[in-house]
């Protein structure tokens, strides 16, 4: 028997007086508070509807920054306009802008000059810069009051960076606060032509000196962030122009103390401006823009058929950065590793194609080795003789005085005999990190406790890369039967604790046999072929002007380009 009949209400009925069925007021009452209360529940669940779809949508917030190549010219200029205007139709775009390409090696060339006094190449070197850049402002910006107040902007940092050089050519000293000031120019030029550029092309955007952003420490040429401050005056300078669509143009590489004082965070440091950025406005994505396709298995000009890889993690990109490919700088990831901020490497001049992305795991079921690298540019020093076995504070001795001239330690290795100590820096600080060893151990080296301390500049370090390889069985058995059938002799081998990296010292002149045996052997190219496809989002990197290396081709880079 239905409730109907029972007569009990129907869910949301509310009923008055009689339910026998007659024809009362009562009964005509009940059907109408009922139909009343539908369409008030319609009309709510439209208001709610309507609401909802009123309220503003979060758009993403995404750095993107842009290297030397991606800036090095009007034309070039004009990918990155490209870039940042469809983004920032999309999403709150902030940039990232290194200097244009080779200019702030330039301005390191005119400080070194300087100091030596040679007032006639200083100025030779300043005027060349100012026809460069004065060439892309008449290119990019037309004659107007904008134009001409960019070019007083520019001249004026022309002339700071002028007058900084003079005063070094007075001194002969180029203390490192000045270098820094006097490096950090091409940043701070490039910037205001980007954002002008931009503004031209309908794109509202602001330059801002990350001076005004970055608060670091004093260590001059390498300065850390602190990134309390630093996330404060992002969040205080940046958000309001994000919510009022501008896009900040942000000079790259610099800082400042929080007296104010100038530093520069290293050569590369564009890279890490960018992701200390994304994770001061918790970015949802950093893009690199550079000019390769990606992370590469190899290096490309070593290895035919080195490939793009897809998607790697963070401390694969770590090891890779650390051990030579220049696609990335070494601190890049820092940043953004507690936040899991995503950072993609993309290609301004290939923009269609989808590049790396970096994450935090790399993707699924992505163990075993992912890409090869390597650095021909270092020496293999060797601490040894029998009377080191009873010398307990002979690793202490060697380290701690490594470590105040300052070099990098890239590799350790020590025989199970403990006779040899063997470890690998870079080139350019091996010759003074063998005489600092050998004054330090100068009384065991006379009473043969410590038989010699030798120099190696003949060898390299092939780096194998990919997460979880020791949980894999026969991974490295597999690498040296590859290396063994080409011939290729091992002077030391190490194995990271990260399981993540299993590194080689051979001759340099077997490096190139070395990178092609692996690859090969764990068919590299077929493996990671595939393309990612583009994030939702668009997901999409450099200030890397690298020095010049000791001799062509002792650089392995996992990339062909480094801005």
């Known amino acids: ?197 931009l503004a031209e092309h309908g794109v509202v955007s602001e330059a801002i000196e990350a001076t005004e952003l970055f608060v670091t420490d004093s260590c001059h040429g390498a300065a850390e962030p602190r990134m309390d401050l630093t996330r404060e005056r992002c969040q205080a300078r940046l958000r309001p122009l994000l919510q009022q669509g501008i896009v900040p143009v942000v000079t790259g590489f610099i800082g400042a103390t929080e007296e104010g004082v100038l530093t ?40 035919l058929g080195a490939s793009t890889i897809p998607e790697i993690s963070y401390l694969e990109a770590a090891e890779l950065a ?55 540019d270092v020496a293999l020093i060797t601490v040894g003789g029998p009377g080191i076995v009873g010398m307990r504070d002979v690793l202490g001795r060697t380290f701690t005085t490594t470590a105040a001239v300052p070099a990098d330690v890239l590799l350790i290795s020590q025989s199970s005999s403990q006779n040899d100590i063997c470890f690998v820096v870079p080139f350019a600080v091996a010759k003074s990190t063998v005489e600092a060893l050998r004054r330090e151990f100068r009384q065991d080296l006379v009473h043969e406790k410590v038989e010699h301390i030798t120099l190696d500049t003949t060898i390299a370090i092939v780096a194998v890369v990919g997460e979880g390889m020791r949980g894999i069985p026969g991974i490295v058995g597999r690498i040296l039967s590859a290396l063994g059938r080409e011939s290729v002799s091992i002077i030391a081998i190490a194995q990271g604790s990260s399981e993540c990296n299993v590194s080689l010292v051979v001759g340099q002149k077997d490096m190139k046999a070395a990178l092609l045996a692996v690859h090969q052997e764990f068919q590299l190219a077929s493996v990671n072929a595939k393309a990612l496809p583009l994030s939702s989002t668009h997901s999409t990197i450099d200030h890397a002007e690298s020095s010049p290396t000791r001799r062509p081709g002792m650089a392995a880079e996992l990339a062909q380009g480094m801005d």
């Not at 190549?69 to 983004?87: C, L, N, Q, Y």
């Not at 999403?91 to 290194?98: A, F, K, N, P, R």
């Not at 690199?288 to 070593?302: E, K, M, Q, S, Y």
């Open 322 to 376: 650390y051990f030579g490919a220049k696609v990335l700088h070494p601190k890049t990831l820092r940043p953004v590793m507690q936040s899991e901020i995503p950072v993609w490497i993309r290609n301004t001049f290939a923009p269609e194609l989808s590049g790396t992305k970096i994450t935090p795991a790399g993707p699924p079921n992505g163990g075993g080795v992912k890409a090869l690298t390597a650095i021909g």
């Open 1 to 197: 028997m239905g409730n109907s009949q029972l007569g009990i209400p129907a869910s949301g009925e509310r009923t008055v007086g009689s339910s026998n069925g007659d024809h009362s007021p009562f009964s005509l009452g009940s059907t109408v508070v009922k139909r009343a209360g539908i369409l008030q529940e319609e009309s709510i669940r439209s208001m709610l509807d309507r609401r909802r779809t009123e309220r503003p949508r979060r758009k993403p917030i995404r750095v993107m920054k842009f290297g030397g190549t991606s800036v090095g010219d009007a034309s070039r200029i004009r990918k990155v306009i490209e870039i940042s205007r469809e983004a920032s139709d999309e999403d709150h775009v902030l940039v990232v802008v290194s200097a244009m390409s080779g200019v702030t090696n330039k301005l390191i060339e005119a400080a070194t000059q300087s100091e030596a006094g040679e007032r006639a190449q200083v100025a030779m070197i300043f005027e060349e810069l100012r026809k460069q850049h004065d060439a892309a402002v008449t290119a990019l910006i037309h004659p107007s009051a904008e134009r001409r107040r960019l070019a007083q902007r520019m001249h004026a940092v022309f002339d700071e960076g002028d007058h900084l050089c003079q005063g070094t050519i007075l001194l002969r000293e180029l203390t490192l606060r000045a270098r820094d000031s006097i490096s950090s120019l091409g940043e701070r030029l490039s910037a205001p032509l980007l954002a002008a550029a």
């Open 264 to 303: 520069t965070l290293g050569r590369g440091g564009s890279d890490y401006s960018a992701t200390i950025l994304g994770s001061a406005v918790d970015a949802d994505e950093v893009i690199i823009w550079t000019d390769v396709d990606g992370v590469l298995t190899a290096d490309p000009r070593l290895v």
